[in-house]
C-alpha cells in the first residue's frame, strides 16, 4: 500500500502495519480496511502452513512474512465466485482492522528514488501500545535504509514514543517529523519539550480548543481539518475554532495547514497550507 494518496499534506501513504484498536467512531481507515478485508488464497516461495500458523496464532495481532502473501480475486460475481477475467492481487487488509504487520511491504521505500514526504501507516497507528517495538524497530530500520525521503509519524498515543525516546530507541534524524493525533481539547499531546520536529494534526476539530500561548508546546507544523462523511453526529466546526488556532501559531511561529474539508468554514481566501520546511526559521 502506499504512493497514491488523498491526503493533501504529503506526497505518499506507507503501511507495512495495518489496523488498529483506538475505537474511534469516525475512524475513515476502519472503514476502507473493513470494505477491503479478507482473502482468497495465500501464496509463498515455501512451505505456507507454518507460516500461516503462526501468523495466526495471536488473533489480536497479527505478524506476516515477506514471502507470505494473502491475495484475493481482483472480480467476483453476485454468488461471490471469480468471474472469468478476475486476477489474484494481494490483498490490502487480509484481516481487516486487526493490526497486522506486512513485512513485504518495508522493501517498498526504496523503490521510490525521487524523495517524497510520506505519511508513515496512515492505516494504522504504530504506536498504540498493541504494537510490538520489534515492529517498530524494523519500521525505523527501512526509513534508515532510504534517507532520501522525509517521514511523518501520528500517533494518539504519544507517550509510548516519549518512552522510546527516553530508552534512545527513537531515531533523531533531521528527515523524521512525530505528530499528536488531537480532536478535542483533552487529547494527549507530548508532555512538555519533546524534540525537534513535532507536529499537531487536529482533525476533526470538533470543539473550541480553549488554546493560549504555548499550548501547542514545542509543535513547529499544526494541520487542521473538519470531520468528512456522512455521520449523524458529524460536527462542523466554527470559523472562530479554526482563527483561535492560528492566532496560537503565529505566536508560536508555527506552520498552518488547512485541509480542504475547512473551505466552506473558513473561505478560500483564508485558507493557509503552509509547510514547515518552506517557512523562513527552516531555511535559515
Same mark, same amino acid.
Given at each position: 500500500?502506499?504512493l497514491?494518496?488523498?491526503?493533501?499534506?504529503?506526497?505518499?501513504?506507507?503501511?507495512?502495519?495495518?489496523?488498529?484498536?483506538h475505537?474511534?467512531?469516525?475512524c475513515?481507515?476502519?472503514?476502507?480496511? @473493513?470494505?477491503?478485508?479478507g482473502?482468497?488464497?495465500?501464496?509463498?516461495?515455501?512451505e505456507?502452513?507454518?507460516?500461516?500458523?503462526?501468523?495466526?496464532e495471536?488473533p @489480536?495481532?497479527?505478524e506476516?512474512?515477506d514471502?507470505l502473501?494473502?491475495?484475493?480475486w481482483?472480480?467476483?460475481?453476485?454468488?461471490?465466485? /471469480?468471474?472469468a477475467?478476475?486476477?489474484l492481487?494481494?490483498?490490502?487488509?487480509?484481516?481487516?482492522?486487526?493490526p497486522?504487520?506486512h513485512?513485504?511491504?518495508l522493501?517498498?521505500l526504496q523503490?521510490?528514488?525521487?524523495?517524497?514526504?510520506?505519511?508513515?501507516?496512515?492505516?494504522?497507528d504504530?504506536?498504540? &501500545?498493541?504494537?510490538?517495538?520489534?515492529?517498530i524497530? @524494523?519500521?525505523?530500520?527501512?526509513?534508515r535504509q532510504?534517507p532520501q525521503?522525509t517521514?511523518?509519524?501520528?500517533?494518539?498515543?504519544p507517550?509510548?514514543?516519549?518512552r522510546?525516546?527516553d530508552?534512545d530507541?527513537?531515531p533523531?534524524?533531521?528527515?523524521?517529523?512525530?505528530?499528536s493525533s488531537? &480532536?478535542?481539547k483533552?487529547?494527549?499531546?507530548?508532555?512538555?519539550?519533546?524534540?525537534?520536529?513535532?507536529?499537531l494534526?487536529?482533525e476533526?476539530?470538533?470543539?473550541?480548543?480553549?488554546v493560549?500561548l504555548?499550548?501547542?508546546?514545542?509543535?513547529?507544523?499544526?494541520?487542521?481539518?473538519? @470531520?468528512?462523511?456522512?455521520?449523524?453526529n458529524?460536527?462542523?466546526p &466554527?470559523?472562530?475554532?479554526v482563527d483561535?488556532i492560528?492566532?496560537?501559531?503565529?505566536?508560536?511561529?508555527a506552520?498552518v495547514?488547512m485541509?480542504?474539508s475547512?473551505?466552506?468554514?473558513v473561505?478560500e481566501?483564508n485558507?493557509?497550507?503552509?509547510?514547515?520546511?518552506?517557512? /523562513?526559521?527552516?531555511?535559515g
Open positions: 500500500m502506499g497514491k494518496t488523498k491526503i493533501e499534506w504529503c506526497d505518499a501513504s506507507w503501511n507495512p502495519v495495518t489496523g488498529c484498536k475505537g474511534c467512531n469516525y475513515y481507515a476502519r472503514r476502507i480496511a @473493513e470494505r477491503f478485508s482473502y482468497d488464497s495465500v501464496t509463498m516461495k515455501q505456507a502452513s507454518p507460516l500461516l500458523d503462526k501468523a495466526l495471536k @489480536e495481532i497479527v506476516t512474512w514471502n502473501y494473502f491475495e484475493k481482483s472480480r467476483k460475481d453476485e454468488d461471490g465466485k /471469480p468471474t477475467d478476475a486476477k492481487i494481494k490483498a490490502p487488509y487480509p484481516f481487516g482492522f486487526t497486522t504487520f513485512r513485504d511491504r522493501q517498498q523503490k521510490w528514488v525521487k524523495p517524497k514526504v510520506i505519511f508513515v501507516c496512515s492505516m494504522a504504530l504506536f498504540g &501500545d498493541w504494537v510490538p517495538d520489534s515492529w524497530d @524494523e519500521v525505523f530500520e527501512a526509513c532510504s525521503h517521514y511523518l509519524f501520528l500517533t494518539k498515543n507517550e509510548r514514543l516519549c522510546l525516546a530508552d530507541r527513537l533523531n534524524w533531521r528527515n523524521v517529523w512525530w505528530g488531537l &480532536d478535542n483533552k487529547a494527549r499531546r507530548y508532555p512538555g519539550r519533546f524534540r525537534d520536529h513535532t507536529f494534526s487536529i476533526p476539530l470538533r470543539e473550541y480548543m480553549d493560549g504555548g499550548s501547542f508546546g514545542s509543535a513547529e507544523w499544526i494541520i487542521i481539518g473538519a @470531520e468528512t462523511g456522512n455521520s449523524k458529524k460536527i462542523t &466554527d470559523k472562530a475554532w483561535n492560528c492566532e496560537a501559531a503565529n505566536i508560536t511561529q506552520a495547514f485541509k480542504d475547512l473551505i466552506p468554514v473561505g481566501e485558507m493557509r497550507r503552509e509547510f514547515p520546511w518552506d517557512m /523562513p526559521w527552516w531555511k
